[in-house]
């Protein structure tokens, strides 16, 4: 059944060519018990850190302050596309998720 469903839909993950799973608190690295904890089937996991962007911030700097690594603002935008279809274009207040 779920398998009918993911081929039928126009938002499908079929239609979207070199899609990767990935979780936000896990990036590209995660389990199937990591999901069920997201979404509160499983007891055990943890909000994922986040921070609130602030007037004049970019992902670069946001990656540098709070990862302490500048070269990690791609993990950043890939856990946040949803948001953030450009990573050029960030606005105060919006809340991103960080990797671990």
Same mark, same amino acid.
């Given at each position: 059944?779920?398998?009918? $469903?993911i081929?039928? &839909?126009?938002?499908?993950? $079929?239609?979207?060519?070199?899609?990767?799973?990935?979780?936000? &608190?896990? /990036?590209?690295?995660?389990e199937?018990?990591? *999901? #069920?904890?997201?979404? !509160? *089937?499983?007891? !055990? !996991?943890?909000?994922?850190?986040?921070?609130?962007v %602030? #007037?004049?911030? &970019?992902?670069?700097?946001?990656?540098e302050? %709070? $990862?302490?690594?500048? &070269? +990690?603002w791609?993990?950043i935008?890939? $856990? =946040? +596309?949803?948001?953030?279809? =450009?990573?050029? +274009?960030?606005?105060? /207040?919006? *809340? #991103?998720? #960080?990797?671990?």
């Amino acid at each position: 059944m779920i398998i009918g $469903l993911i081929r039928h &839909s126009p938002e499908s993950i $079929l239609h979207y060519p070199g899609w990767t799973p990935s979780l936000p &608190s896990h /990036g590209d690295d995660f389990e199937l018990a990591d *999901v #069920l904890r997201l979404a !509160g *089937v499983l007891e !055990g !996991g943890t909000e994922p850190p986040t921070y609130t962007v %602030q #007037l004049g911030d &970019s992902l670069f700097r946001i990656a540098e302050s %709070q $990862l302490g690594d500048s &070269s +990690r603002w791609p993990e950043i935008h890939d $856990l =946040n +596309r949803d948001i953030l279809p =450009n990573p050029d +274009r960030i606005f105060p /207040g919006q *809340v #991103l998720i #960080l990797p671990r």
